[in-house]
């Protein structure tokens, strides 16, 4: 084995990690439809395609220094590359996910019912004007796009 291919073999080992998470996370409906068994080779495989192409990415990024480059400088240069191809490599290679539903989930976090404006603008419900101030901090939230109606 040559250094080449254990460096390759060890960046594929660092991908399949990335590859099962990113569908694990982001694409269970894909991962749903590789059965279980073929799970661990189709990870491996699609590692394996992106420690090909972060390397050939990589050579080509790092480009020749400068005669005069520092250790730290050749150093950094080299990281850079490695991090760019990855970079590449990820989008090339692996489906995009549906952040959409991450972020619909965490917009509902920042949603306010009435208890959370209750709350938060110290309301009291033995106040004559409760109704009317919860309705207009109702208002208030509403137009700002954060209010969840209690029968959500």
């Known amino acids: 084995m040559t250094d080449e291919t254990n460096g390759q073999d060890i960046l594929s080992l660092d991908f ?10 982001w694409l269970p409906e894909r991962l749903a439809e590789i059965p279980e ?19 050939s990415l990589e050579l080509s990024l790092r480009g020749p220094g400068p005669e005069d480059e520092s250790f730290m400088a050749r150093l950094g240069r080299f990281n850079m590359a490695r991090l760019q191809a990855k970079e590449i490599a990820l989008t090339e290679l692996l489906p995009v996910p549906d952040y959409e539903k991450e972020f619909q989930a965490e917009d509902r976090l920042l949603m306010l019912t009435d208890l959370d404006i209750v709350a938060e603008h110290d309301l009291d ?26 029968d959500s």
């Open 16 to 25: 399949v990690a990335t590859v099962r998470e990113r569908y694990e996370r």
């Open 37 to 55: 068994a073929e799970r661990d080779s189709f990870f491996s495989t699609l590692a394996d395609q992106m420690a090909e192409r972060v390397q």
């Open 125 to 150: 419900p033995e106040d004559p004007d409760y109704e009317p101030k919860l309705e207009g901090w109702r208002q208030y939230h509403r137009e700002r796009g954060n209010y969840l109606p209690s």
